[in-house]
């Protein structure tokens, strides 16, 4: 039987981009553990193949072909000692920056240590025998093929780059015997695109920019994404960590929190990705054909699987770029951010009487904030409230999605509140975010521009909310999920004299219309004579039912009969009672 490429996915993918980048030339030495690599590439004749039994031998000889051709060279071989003896020439190539790439074969790298037949450990590498070492799993599913994407596209960059030099991939091999695929199937290519480099075109069709956790924007990137957004039609996706203020922001977590009343904003052709880590889990509903991602640090950071290019470049010459290659004289209109306006003001006005929560908090006081103020929001909870609603333009606003942690929600927010202190700085926390970082408020350099509202429900309500995995346990969850009842159990006195003694003017509510009476104070624009902390007492039961109802809201009159349905299914009957009752209130 005639025999093809091998069957191996991550083989196939290793040969694919190879081929895509251009990398031909192979020294290959002999062995078992490579050969589903070595018979797919032989029987292809565009690699060039040469062998070595040596590997010493072959990796010197990789070293003489690729610094006289000036193309990168492959060099593959089995497992057991053969890639040890790769470690001279390998040497010789990371100190002369010659571009070869050194690909091991490993059995499964869960035998090593067992005592079997010819599995070495790989692992750690020599820091002077390879720019960068990958490891490149069998493939199971999914997550497997993006991640070998990936590293092979990294891979390749490198050794196609100026500042190239070798590079390893240990592959782990199935010994898959299957030889009949005729033709190779594709794999996803990244390029890489720096400064100077000739860049790509846009694809045809619509664009959405999406910011995660982002600095403070300088006033030369916010006009070069207004202007790529005038030229391309194109829409800013934001939560309240992105801090894009422009024309063409959209807050899109209330929209896409209603599948069924999104229509088609959320499907985009290209989707631009700066910024860090959101705290956006909603950014899911945006379907994305592909995603390119612009930032100076260049590396490929694959947030959504489908990233194709990257480009190591500031943010403002990026979009500058873009938009100097677009002509929007004469457009007097934006119909993409107009629809997802108009979304995102249906969806709004339609919003029912919600039960009092952290949510119904966010979209009494985002209307509040005072211009110019800082806000910090708490994690997961609090961020997640905040995101459905905007906030002025001139408020800038924080969370701590670096690393997500309760620990430092508060310490975060006084840090940044030292830095000026002619200006208010907002906290909005949950309670165990509270008491966790509560020594801060004794730090003696809080100032009187420090305004903190802790909405106290006793617990980690996150995990008692409808859609938590931990809703299942019901109270059970109380006990150690949640870590409910602990820190005084929602004691009405314990904040108040701990606050009032460090020198706190002390606010609190646990209803609507003391909230209304308190935060009136909270966000009075003046600076006051000391730092305020406002205890917001909400039930639990509350929290979840705000949450659901405004992960469904239900204005269009065709979708009402289902989706109530859709609820009782959901929440059951009791729950759907008592929703109705507060909707009514
Ligand atoms: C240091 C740390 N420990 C644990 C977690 C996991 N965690 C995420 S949200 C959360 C609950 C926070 O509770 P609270 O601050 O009261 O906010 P709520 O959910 O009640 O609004 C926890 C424990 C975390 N993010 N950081
Ligand atoms: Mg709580």
Redesign the pocket.
């Known amino acids: 039987m005639e025999k093809y490429y091998t069957a191996e996915r991550n083989v196939q993918i290793i040969l694919y981009l190879l081929k895509q980048y251009g990398i031909r030339k192979v020294v290959a030495s002999p062995g078992t553990t490579n050969i589903t690599l070595v018979a797919s590439m032989q029987q292809d004749p565009f690699f060039e193949m040469y062998s070595a039994a040596d590997e010493r031998s072959a990796a010197y000889i990789a070293c003489g072909l690729a610094a006289e051709s000036g193309e990168p060279v492959a060099l593959s071989c089995t497992g057991a000692t053969a890639s040890r003896n790769y470690i001279p020439g390998l040497t010789e190539a990371y100190y002369r920056k010659l571009p070869v790439l050194a690909v091991t074969a490993a059995h499964n790298l869960r035998r090593i240590g067992h005592l079997s037949a010819q599995v070495i450990d790989r692992s750690v590498v020599a820091n002077d025998i390879a720019i960068k070492s990958f490891l490149i799993e069998a493939i199971k599913n999914q997550d497997d093929e993006r991640d070998c994407e990936v590293k092979v596209n990294k891979a390749l960059d490198i050794l196609t780059s100026e500042n190239c030099g070798p590079v390893h991939l240990n592959v782990e091999i199935s010994y898959n015997s299957d030889f009949s695929v005729k033709e190779l199937p594709s794999a996803r290519v990244i390029r890489k695109y720096r400064s100077g480099d000739t860049l790509p075109g846009l694809p045809d069709g619509r664009i959405g920019i999406f910011v995660g956790s982002h600095k403070k924007w300088s006033a030369g990137l916010t006009e070069a994404v207004d202007r790529f957004c005038r030229v391309h039609d194109a829409v800013v996706f934001c939560d309240q960590t992105s801090n894009y203020k422009g024309p063409f922001r959209f807050l899109s977590s209330l929209v896409a929190a209603q599948p069924r009343r999104h229509g088609d904003i959320f499907d985009l052709r290209l989707m631009i990705h700066i910024g860090e880590i959101s705290g956006d889990y909603s950014s899911g509903a945006i379907h994305k054909e592909t995603v390119w991602r612009v930032n100076p640090d260049g590396e490929y950071r694959d947030t959504f699987g489908n990233l194709s290019a990257v480009f190591q470049m500031s943010e403002e010459k990026f979009f500058n770029y873009y938009a100097a290659a677009g002509d929007a004289t004469g457009r007097k209109e934006y119909p993409f951010i107009e629809a997802c306006k108009a979304a995102y003001n249906e969806v709004y006005n339609a919003i029912p009487e919600l039960p009092f929560s952290?949510i119904w908090t966010a979209m009494t006081m985002s209307k509040m904030l005072p211009e110019g103020a800082v806000l910090h929001l708490?994690?997961?909870?609090?961020l997640r409230s905040w995101n459905f609603f905007e906030i002025p333009a001139s408020v800038m606003s924080y969370a701590n999605v670096g690393g997500?942690?309760?620990?430092g929600d508060m310490s975060s927010l006084i840090g940044a509140s030292l830095a000026d202190r002619e200006r208010l700085f907002f906290g909005v926390?949950?309670?165990?975010?509270?008491f966790?970082d509560m020594n801060v408020l004794g730090n003696h350099h809080v100032g009187n521009n420090v305004r903190i509202m802790l909405?106290n429900?006793g617990?980690?309500?996150?995990?008692r909310n409808y859609n938590h995995n931990g809703a299942m346990f019901g109270e059970d969850a109380d006990k150690f999920i949640a870590?409910a009842g602990h820190y005084g159990n929602k004691s009405p006195e314990l904040v108040r004299h701990y606050a009032e003694d460090l020198g706190y003017e002390y606010l609190c509510a646990s209803d609507k219309e003391s909230f209304l009476d308190a935060v009136k104070r909270f966000t009075t624009p003046e600076m006051t004579d000391r730092p305020m902390l406002f205890e917001v007492f909400t039930e639990t039961q509350d929290?979840s039912d705000a949450l659901y109802c405004i992960n469904n809201i239900q204005a269009d009159h065709g979708l009402k009969k289902a989706a109530k349905q859709a609820i009782k299914n959901v929440l059951g009957e009791d729950t759907v009672r008592s929703i109705r009752s507060i909707i009514k209130k």
Not at 378 to 382: A, C, V
Not at 404 to 407: A, K, L, S, V
Not at 459 to 463: A, D, L, M, P, S
């Open positions: 952290n708490g994690i997961l909870n609090t997500f942690g309760i620990d926390l949950g309670d165990l975010a509270f966790y909405i429900n617990r980690g309500v996150e995990f870590a929290e």
